[in-house]
């Protein structure tokens, strides 16, 4: 991981997205991963585009759930180091 | 009829004589056996009876053939080279259907996952599982107690998603038999829906239940799992996704969003049947039916 000044994403191009009854669900075919994201995890994936780095994601997530930014951090950077190290998210 | 000898063939057939010639068409493959001996043949005959037979020619590597040797021995040849060697020629029955499994179900063009699959009324409820987690002994329980058999070892979806059936003989274990009150054969007994009185459901029917079984828990449950909990499932249990990735993921993500996904704990399997009629079949809470 870069740090939270790093932009995040965007998804990594073979990386397949759809969403099963309102959850989305990822798939990698060169690595046959395969990940069901629960909502915060959600949330971090469609803002990870590219265009926001770690730290405005968790911004922007702790103003639409009311609450401060301190206490998603740690989920936040969790999440998307998760992506990264699974080959969700394209890499630099 | 003579088996000619192949300068590449690695066995020589000698002078026996194949007097059952069978043809069958499975998952869009064509698979030739022949047999030495007419009893066998026609239970082999019986065994893959809801297949469509077919005059069109088998490649080689679908030309399975089953013959006494001189030496006492019974061999089960692919492709003129040996699968097995058995002492009586009913013990090569397990390992006939077993070549002829492995090779459909690899070679099909249509999305085969590993589950057990059955229909009542108008649900349709796959059991997606690994090997000797019990898929095959809570189908046949399910065939057992009034359930129409549609596979015991794959889903088969097509590009829209519809279960094709793949109706393949249940190979059985002993374990299984003595749990199911069935007469043992050997190591595997193999059986058709109408042995256990069952029908062979028709093509064409959607998936309206995935049923996540969990064998070895006292208490039986049959609890709603969120429908998204049976992609990595299915993923992860199929048999040719890597033919093409991508629209593996395409059907199972469609699937999965059309059905309900259950977790189901159990010990007895034919209590684990009955729970699954009398919640998901006819006249049930759960059942689909309007």
């Given at each position: 991981?870069?740090?939270?000044?790093?932009?995040?994403?965007?998804?990594?191009?073979?990386?397949?997205?759809?969403?099963?009854?309102?959850?989305?669900?990822?798939?990698?075919?060169?690595?046959?991963?395969?990940?069901?994201?629960?909502?915060?995890?959600?949330?971090?994936?469609?803002?990870?585009?590219?265009?926001?780095?770690?730290?405005?994601?968790?911004?922007l997530l702790a103003s639409s759930y009311g609450t401060q930014p301190t206490s998603i951090a740690p989920d936040v950077e969790a999440v998307v180091t998760e992506f990264v190290e699974a080959g969700f998210l394209a890499q630099? | 009829?003579?088996?000619?000898?192949?300068?590449?063939?690695?066995?020589?057939?000698?002078?026996?004589?194949?007097?059952?010639?069978?043809?069958?068409?499975?998952?869009?493959?064509?698979?030739?056996?022949?047999?030495?001996?007419?009893?066998?043949?026609?239970?082999?005959?019986?065994?893959?009876?809801?297949?469509?037979?077919?005059?069109?020619?088998?490649?080689?590597?679908?030309?399975?053939?089953?013959?006494?040797?001189?030496?006492?021995?019974?061999?089960?040849?692919?492709?003129?080279?040996?699968?097995?060697?058995?002492?009586?020629?009913?013990?090569?029955?397990?390992?006939?259907?077993?070549?002829?499994?492995?090779?459909?179900?690899?070679?099909?063009?249509?999305?085969?996952?590993?589950?057990?699959?059955?229909?009542?009324?108008?649900?349709?409820?796959?059991?997606?599982?690994?090997?000797?987690?019990?898929?095959?002994?809570?189908?046949?329980?399910?065939?057992?107690?009034?359930?129409?058999?549609?596979?015991?070892?794959?889903?088969?979806?097509?590009?829209?998603?519809?279960?094709?059936?793949?109706?393949?003989?249940?190979?059985?274990?002993?374990?299984?038999?003595?749990?199911?009150?069935?007469?043992?054969?050997?190591?595997?007994?193999?059986?058709?829906?109408?042995?256990?009185?069952?029908?062979?459901?028709?093509?064409?029917?959607?998936?309206?239940?995935?049923?996540?079984?969990?064998?070895?828990?006292?208490?039986?449950?049959?609890?709603?799992?969120?429908?998204?909990?049976?992609?990595?499932?299915?993923?992860?249990?199929?048999?040719?996704?890597?033919?093409?990735?991508?629209?593996?993921?395409?059907?199972?993500?469609?699937?999965?969003?059309?059905?309900?996904?259950?977790?189901?704990?159990?010990?007895?399997?034919?209590?684990?049947?009955?729970?699954?009629?009398?919640?998901?079949?006819?006249?049930?809470?759960?059942?689909?039916?309007?």
């Open positions: 991981m870069g740090g939270r000044s790093q932009r995040v994403g965007p998804p990594a191009p073979n990386v397949v997205e759809t969403e099963v009854d309102g959850d989305v669900c990822l798939y990698d075919p060169s690595s046959e991963r395969v990940a069901v994201l629960n909502g915060t995890a959600s949330d971090v994936w469609r803002l990870a585009d590219g265009t926001y780095t770690i730290a405005e994601i968790t911004d630099e | 009829m003579k088996i000619q000898q192949r300068a590449s063939c690695g066995y020589d057939m000698g002078d026996i004589q194949m007097i059952v010639d069978e043809r069958f068409r499975i998952l869009g493959t064509d698979y030739r056996v022949r047999i030495d001996d007419q009893e066998l043949g026609a239970r082999v005959r019986d065994l893959f009876g809801s297949f469509e037979r077919t005059t069109r020619a088998a490649r080689a590597a679908n030309t399975i053939q089953l013959a006494a040797f001189p030496d006492g021995t019974h061999r089960l040849l692919r492709d003129c080279y040996r699968v097995t060697v058995q002492g009586a020629a009913t013990q090569l029955l397990p390992a006939l259907v077993s070549t002829i499994n492995r090779s459909a179900v690899e070679e099909s063009e249509e999305l085969a996952i590993h589950a057990g699959v059955v229909a009542i009324g108008d649900s349709t409820i796959a059991f997606p599982s690994v090997s000797g987690n019990g898929k095959t002994t809570l189908t046949a329980a399910c065939l057992l107690s009034g359930f129409s058999y549609i596979s015991d070892e794959a889903l088969v979806l097509d590009g829209n998603g519809s279960v094709i059936p793949y109706p393949k003989p249940l190979a059985l274990t002993k374990w299984s038999c003595d749990t199911l009150g069935i007469a043992v054969e050997g190591e595997e007994t193999l059986v058709t829906a109408a042995d256990l009185g069952a029908v062979v459901a028709q093509g064409g029917t959607e998936l309206t239940d995935i049923v996540v079984a969990d064998f070895g828990h006292p208490a039986e449950e049959l609890v709603p799992l969120p429908k998204s909990d049976a992609v990595p499932v299915l993923l992860g249990l199929a048999f040719n996704h890597f033919k093409d990735p991508g629209r593996a993921f395409r059907i199972v993500t469609d699937v999965a969003s059309k059905t309900r996904v259950w977790s189901l704990s159990y010990a007895d399997p034919q209590g684990a049947a009955l729970t699954l009629r009398d919640q998901l079949g006819p006249g049930a809470a759960n059942s689909l039916a309007v």
